[in-house]
């Protein structure tokens, strides 16, 4: 059983991916945990077999097999970096690091040294997901050309108790922190990598923040689909109501398939209108947890036999990508920013 070291005790590290080592089917153990602050470590009450300050530190174990990176994107590029050159496997969070430089950077060496580098987009485990591949893969919308996503959310609100975390998100990826999810979400379902990406933003009296936290997004794979994104961490964020949209549409010559998930999020509702099969599927929405305990599984058995044809769980070149396109969208929200001022 590979043995981790996990970095980042913040609202996703302690609430979605510390439970995950400690689920029945977890192959993995959670030998040590880092924070820089001594409060987060000493809150933590699972059991382990060091607490660090210094994830340094933590990097000197010879019993350490492989780290979870769940500190804050600026902080992935140096830490990523001193993992793989002490030698141990990572998980990074997403987004995989603050630039595409430095996830070319991350990608290189991890190939030089012979290490697995996987980036967390756990969604791709989803049963949504799984029931779109068998569409697709039934051939049952025959050539797909479009995708639409939309996946509005408050982010977290602009008050209340963890309003410094969602302010800390706006700063970083905007309302791409999250979105990014869906960018990966189109290659992982359709292929291609990114070849044109534009996008306009709204700021919604939150001028305060250079990446926009709401954004629309028009992009082309290389491969010649369309994928658009209606993304927001700003949708609702001023109001005490969650009303959340998820949506996904996505268009076949030969059929359309329709994914709607309910205002709180917990279930989906998928509808496959084709030639040949016209089915619909109610789905419960799992939560982080239980998809990351699925991505230390597969983590573990690449970590043992390497990537196979069917592997699911998302590679340093698949963070790049997320990455190249969010950066692109980003840029070019700022650029139709600035000509309208």
Not at 2 to 11: A, C, K, S, V
Not at 72 to 91: E, N, P, Q, S, T
Not at 116 to 139: D, K
Not at 172 to 187: E, P, V, Y
Request: glycine share 8%; net charge negative; charged share 25%.
């Amino acid at each position: 059983m590979l043995q981790f070291g996990l970095i980042g005790l913040g609202h996703h590290g302690k609430n979605a991916v510390a439970p995950a080592f400690f689920h029945d089917e977890a192959p993995a153990e959670l030998r040590a945990v880092c924070d820089l602050r001594a409060d987060a470590l000493e809150a933590f009450e699972r059991p382990v077999k060091g607490k660090h300050l210094d994830y340094r530190e933590m990097l000197q174990d010879d019993e350490l097999d492989a780290v979870y990176v769940a500190a804050g994107m600026d902080l992935h590029y140096g830490i990523v970096m001193d993992c793989l050159r002490a030698g141990k496997h990572v998980i990074v969070e997403k987004p995989m690091a603050a630039t595409l430089d430095q996830c070319k950077e991350m990608v290189a060496t991890a190939d030089a040294v012979g290490l697995v580098l996987a980036v967390n987009f756990e969604t791709r485990y989803s049963e949504q997901n799984a029931v779109l591949r068998r569409w697709l893969t039934g051939g049952h919308l025959g050539r797909v050309e479009a995708l639409h996503f939309a996946n509005m959310w408050d982010g977290h609100k602009r008050f209340g108790p963890i309003k410094e975390r969602r302010a800390r998100l706006m700063a970083l990826a905007g309302a791409l922190d999250c979105g990014i999810h869906k960018l990966d979400q189109a290659r992982f379902l359709v292929g291609g990598t990114w070849g044109y990406v534009d996008a306009l933003g709204a700021w919604l009296d939150e001028e305060e923040f250079e990446p926009p936290p709401h954004i629309a997004i028009l992009g082309q794979l290389d491969n010649g689909i369309s994928v658009s994104l209606n993304a927001s961490l700003a949708w609702a964020a001023n109001i005490k109501p969650r009303p959340m949209v998820n949506t996904l549409e996505i268009a076949g010559v030969e059929g359309v398939a329709l994914c709607r998930s309910t205002p709180d999020f917990k279930r989906m509702s998928m509808e496959l209108h084709s030639n040949t099969l016209c089915e619909q599927v109610d789905i419960d929405c799992t939560g982080h947890t239980n998809d990351i305990v699925l991505t230390l599984a597969e983590f573990a058995g690449v970590v043992a036999h390497g990537r196979t044809p069917g592997t699911l769980m998302a590679s340093g070149e698949d963070g790049y990508w997320a990455q190249f396109a969010t950066e692109a969208a980003n840029a070019s929200a700022r650029r139709h920013r600035e000509d309208v001022r």
